[in-house]
């Protein structure tokens, strides 16, 4: 619970945690990733950017209102003495060489009816809010997928290198008995120079196996944004062999869950409705445009003995005005729009057909690559244990002289790729089946422990 609100609270401290602790659950991956990965922060902020958009469509649908003034001072140097001058209509008779002119103004603007262009563009703008969510998901979702593969990927390293591990300290053991045996003369030192190079062979795949460990993190430390150089590494969940054994779900019932839950259908469907109001918003651009204003004025000026707000309630104009606007001709415009929004629909439609035929191939991808591994990790399992027993009694018999180096090598060499195999089928079958109920219901479970 503690850790819990700490990552609630303190993401960095939660890292921080993690890393002392140097063991990140496929739970924590995901979560993490969801808090911090650049993309999906990237992807929030456009989402924000559109609900802006949003609101200021909604905002545009009511009038607008507007204050103004200005002032300005004049100077006639000329002027005599009984001389009239005219200031907002009115006789003014002074003798000031200097004035002051002072205007208020307050108006309003609204639209009245423009075919719904500024409802439908309401619409489209909370389409286009909904697809920016949409989109998020579709990155959230992809960001999953990655981390699931690569986890399962060092889980399988990880293994792999236990395995070479084991390899390694047989291959020694045998160097060991070989050196013995030509010290009392029941080997020659060329075989002996067999076993070395097989011993430091063994040293190389468990070399590369780290290797291709490591590279793994740092592909995982990527998604999850971290560029710490403390430690880091995974835990080791078990993944039993019923994990592996479970049976494979239809084609069919995983394709019809992806249907309703994959982020990039829902996706084309906000797309195709968008195609949609784009064509009535098209098509409005031919009705009449009814527009309204109103405004209120007043002003001063210094060239008269009256007080400013006797001046202000004397001057005071007001007015409202209608106008109407009906489009005759705009040089195919409105043609050239309308036409362009049924194309975007066409695309929009074959957009949808293009993605739900790529999520039926990796459905399918999935669905036979779980099948044909599931398949190959029970035939592994046979050939593993057959294979090592094969190899106890080889490694018995070349002890006591009855089997030379090459047929040890042999079936050692069987026995490595026996487990490897095992272990690659064992993963990829696990790793496919996860992947099939993902794309089904639409969660990726980390907690692999209570699959």
Same mark, same amino acid.
């Given at each position: 619970?503690?850790?819990?609100?700490l990552? #609630?609270?303190?993401?960095?401290?939660?890292?921080?945690s993690?890393?002392e602790?140097?063991?990140?659950?496929?739970?924590?991956?995901?979560r993490?990733?969801?808090? !911090?990965?650049?993309s999906?922060?990237k992807?929030? @902020?456009? &989402?924000q950017?559109a609900?802006?958009?949003?609101?200021?469509?909604?905002a545009?649908? +009511?009038?607008?209102?507007?204050f103004?003034?200005?002032?300005?001072?004049?100077?006639?140097?000329?002027? #005599?003495?009984?001389t009239?001058? *005219?200031?907002?209509?009115?006789?003014?008779?002074?003798?000031?060489?200097?004035s002051?002119?002072?205007?208020y103004?307050?108006s309003?603007?609204w639209t009245?009816?423009?075919?719904n262009?500024?409802?439908?563009?309401?619409?489209?703008?909370? +389409?286009?809010?909904?697809?920016?969510?949409?989109?998020s998901?579709?990155?959230a979702? /992809?960001?999953?997928?990655?981390?699931m593969?690569?986890?399962v990927?060092?889980?399988?390293?990880?293994e792999?290198i236990s395995? !070479?591990?084991?390899?390694?300290?047989?291959?020694?053991?045998?160097?060991? &008995?070989?050196?013995h045996?030509?010290?009392?003369g029941?080997?020659?030192?060329?075989?002996?120079?067999?076993?070395?190079?097989?011993?430091a062979?063994?040293?190389?795949?468990v *070399?590369?196996?780290?290797?291709?460990?490591?590279?793994?993190?740092?592909?995982?430390?990527?998604?999850?944004?971290?560029?710490?150089?403390?430690?880091?590494?995974?835990?080791?969940?078990?993944?039993t062999?019923?994990?592996?054994?479970?049976?494979?779900?239809?084609?069919?019932?995983?394709?019809s869950?992806?249907l309703?839950?994959?982020?990039?259908?829902?996706?084309?469907?906000?797309s +195709?409705?968008?195609?949609?109001v784009?064509?009535r918003?098209a098509?409005a651009?031919?009705m009449?445009?009814?527009s309204?204003?109103?405004?209120v004025s007043?002003?001063?000026?210094? $060239?008269t003995?009256?007080a400013?707000?006797?001046?202000?309630?004397? /001057?005071v104009?007001?007015?409202?005005?209608?106008? $109407?606007?009906?489009?005759?001709?705009d040089?195919?415009?409105?043609?050239?729009? @309308?036409?362009?929004?049924?194309?975007?629909?066409?695309?929009?439609?074959?957009?949808?057909?293009?993605?739900?035929?790529? $999520?039926?191939?990796?459905?399918e991808?999935?669905?036979?690559q779980a099948?044909?591994?599931?398949?190959?990790?029970?035939?592994?399992k *046979?050939?593993t244990?057959s294979?090592?027993?094969?190899?106890?009694?080889?490694?018995?018999?070349?002890?006591?002289?009855?089997? !030379?180096? *090459?047929e040890?090598?042999d079936?050692?060499?069987?026995?490595?790729?026996?487990?490897?195999?095992?272990?690659q089928?064992?993963?990829?079958?696990?790793l496919?089946?996860?992947? #099939?109920?993902?794309?089904?219901?639409?969660?990726?479970?980390g907690?692999?422990?209570?699959?």
């Open positions: 619970m503690r850790k819990r609100l990552f #609630l609270f303190l993401p960095q401290l939660f890292c921080t993690l890393s602790a140097q063991t990140w659950t496929l739970d924590d991956c995901l993490y990733a969801m808090e !911090n990965n650049i999906l922060g992807a929030g @902020v456009t &989402r950017t609900a802006e958009t949003t609101r200021q469509s909604k545009q649908v +009511l009038p607008s209102l507007s103004s003034t200005s002032h300005s001072v004049a100077y006639t140097p000329w002027l #005599l003495d009984g009239a001058t *005219v200031t907002d209509g009115r006789v003014e008779q002074s003798v000031d060489k200097v002051y002119n002072g205007q103004s307050l309003a603007n009245v009816w423009n075919g262009r500024n409802y439908n563009q309401v619409r489209l703008n909370a +389409l286009a809010e909904q697809q920016a969510l949409i989109d998901i579709m990155t979702r /992809n960001i999953e997928e990655q981390i593969q690569l986890y990927q060092i889980l399988y390293t990880k792999a395995v !070479n591990k084991a390899t390694l300290e047989a291959a020694k053991l045998n160097e060991q &008995r070989g050196s045996m030509v010290d009392v029941q080997m020659s030192r060329a075989d002996l120079s067999l076993l070395t190079a097989e011993r062979q063994d040293e190389y795949n *070399v590369e196996a780290e290797s291709q460990e490591r590279n793994y993190k740092r592909q995982l430390k990527e998604l999850l944004q971290l560029t710490t150089e403390e430690p880091f590494d995974i835990a080791m969940p078990e993944y062999e019923a994990m592996a054994l479970e049976p494979v779900p239809a084609l069919a019932t995983v394709y869950g992806a309703e839950s994959r982020p990039e259908l829902k996706s084309a469907m906000l +195709l409705k968008s195609a949609e784009q064509g918003i098509r651009q031919r009449p445009t009814l309204m204003t109103a405004s007043a002003g001063t000026n210094s $060239l003995d009256e400013w707000a006797a001046q202000m309630k004397a /001057n104009r007001s007015g409202a005005s209608l106008s $109407l606007s009906v489009p005759l001709f040089q195919r415009t409105t043609r050239t729009a @309308v036409n362009k929004a049924k194309l975007q629909r066409q695309d929009a439609e074959l957009e949808i057909r293009n993605r739900q035929t790529a $999520l039926y191939s990796t459905i991808n999935y669905w036979i099948g044909n591994y599931q398949k190959q990790y029970v035939a592994a *046979v050939s244990q294979a090592q027993d094969s190899y106890d009694l080889l490694s018995e018999q070349f002890a006591v002289g009855l089997k !030379n180096i *090459v040890l090598q079936g050692k060499t069987r026995l490595l790729s026996a487990r490897q195999s095992e272990l089928s064992k993963y990829m079958t696990i496919n089946l996860r992947m #099939l109920a993902f794309y089904r219901n639409g969660v990726m479970s907690d692999t422990a209570e699959h």
